[in-house]
């Protein structure tokens, strides 16, 4: 029975960097406390309140992301600012925190963790992607999220041109982003 809960952990957690949320869990008939003594046991490292990473998953470079989006969960986060242009590798940014942008509905009813900025705005499906196997906002959205948050100029400006470049935005919109960002 012990190997068969970790396999349904395992399936839930294989797409999302070895990340799993309680909530997650228990869809797939998962009892919360039986996450705890896994974590007891070291088959799982909690991450936070409701969220659990399998301890021996192979580690990328986007993991903080995954994390910062399982924190709002059940309402979904997306990337977002600087966070979406670091996982577009489109700019220069490094940012110290990972932005995430919330529904502006939704209230926070615990601690937000140190390492996150949470934005609140209503986004349309047109402004939301997947990309690396993250929600991220759109490269479009992103940019003019960085632009609205005075991000800085140039690094705005760089950000256009790597999407463009990338063939993340086309011309036309490239050329109207300048124009809003001028």
């Not at 839930?12 to 309680?22: E, K, R, S």
């Not at 797939?28 to 909690?46: H, K, Y």
């Not at 705005?121 to 005075?150: N, W, Y």
């Amino acid at each position: 029975m012990p190997g068969r809960v970790y396999d349904q952990i395992f399936d839930i957690a294989a797409d999302q960097f070895g990340y799993v949320t309680t909530a997650q869990a228990r869809l797939e008939g998962v009892d919360g406390r039986t996450l705890v003594m896994m974590a007891q046991r070291g088959a799982l490292d909690r991450i936070s309140r409701g969220v659990y990473r399998l301890s021996h998953f192979p580690e990328t470079r986007w993991d903080h992301f995954m994390a910062a989006l399982m924190w709002s969960t059940p309402t979904p986060a997306v990337l977002s600012h600087e966070s979406a242009l670091e996982v577009f590798e489109i700019s220069d940014v490094n940012p110290q925190k990972v932005h995430v942008t919330v529904p502006s509905t939704y209230r926070v009813r615990r601690q937000v963790p140190p390492q996150l900025i949470v934005h609140r705005a209503d986004l349309g499906e047109g402004d939301k992607t997947v990309f690396r196997g993250l929600t991220v906002t759109s490269p479009e959205r992103t940019i003019r999220d960085c632009h609205d948050a005075a991000m800085g100029r140039a690094l705005v400006s760089q950000a256009i041109s790597d999407a463009e470049r990338e063939g993340l935005i086309s011309r036309k919109t490239a050329g109207h982003l300048r124009e809003l960002t001028s």
